[in-house]
């Protein structure tokens, strides 16, 4: 009788603990969630980079196999710079060549 009573007890204080630890301990269940939240996110800002990282490395090989077509699209249009005699029409922004 006295045992039943007693285990009863242990297993009263170790629901209490248990519960307390989930809701007041420094790492309590609004802090693991907010850790998942943010676990998430970061996965989420890694499948954007990781797609950003693909077209930069398309264009550093596209860059590798016509460096002088790079060069010059990039004094053209960044530079404002252009070869004698040559007339210039400006487009708007949307229609350049990407």
Same mark, same amino acid.
């Given at each position: ?11 009263? +204080?170790?629901? /209490? ?9 420094? +790492? ?30 398309? +264009? ?28 210039? /029409? ?9």
């Amino acid at each position: 009788m006295v045992v039943k009573r007693l285990a009863l007890g242990f297993l009263a +204080l170790a629901v /209490i603990n248990t519960v307390a630890n989930l809701f007041l301990s420094d +790492l309590n269940l609004g802090k693991v969630l907010s850790l998942r939240h943010a676990i998430d996110r970061l996965e989420e800002l890694t499948y954007v980079e990781k797609g950003r990282n693909l077209r930069l490395k398309a +264009l550093h090989s596209r860059i590798k196999r016509n460096p002088r077509f790079y060069k010059e699209k990039f004094v053209r249009e960044y530079l404002l710079m252009f070869r004698k005699g040559e007339k210039v /029409i400006p487009l708007p922004r949307e229609m350049w060549y990407r």
